[in-house]
Nanobody, 127 residues
Framework: QVQLIESGGGLVQPGGSLRLSCAASGDSMRLPTMGWYRQPPGKQPELVATKTDGGITNYAGSVKVRFTISRDNAKNTVDLQMNTLKPEDTAVYYC?????????????????????WGQGTQVTVSS
């Protein structure tokens, strides 16, 4: 089992910045893709940004340039730096992992399509 612990949400004024952090608990595993999704009030969830363990990033068009995703493969953490925040960025932000490779011992791996979600952290952008 993989558990995702999120932090960094809060209330900021338009134009401000926040940094979200997510840590995946678990030993001896590789996480091919980590990222962030968000759900604005009254709307369906949407992708914000993802990053593979090989460094490939994917951003929603509305957050390009303003947001930056980063990760530490050794620590299984992923961060989202959010700058120039707008009221429309207000949402619950969810950390996500897509796929888990488990290493029980050297030279042995179990590749799965397991997916995990954090419990969400509220980001509110308002004056």
């Amino acid at each position: 089992q993989v558990q995702l612990i999120e932090s960094g949400g809060g209330l900021v004024q338009p134009g401000g910045s926040l940094r979200l952090s997510c840590a995946a608990s678990g030993d001896s595993m590789r996480l091919p893709t980590m990222g962030w999704y968000r759900q604005p009030p009254g709307k369906q969830p949407e992708l914000v940004a993802t990053k593979t363990d090989g460094g490939i990033t994917n951003y929603a068009g509305s957050v390009k340039v303003r947001f930056t995703i980063s990760r530490d493969n050794a620590k299984n953490t992923v961060d989202l730096q959010m700058n120039t925040l707008k009221p429309e960025d207000t949402a619950v932000y969810y950390c996500n992992v897509d796929g888990v490779t488990y290493y029980s011992r050297p030279g042995y791996a179990t590749v799965t399509n397991d997916k995990y979600w954090g419990q969400g952290t509220q980001v509110t952008v308002s004056s």
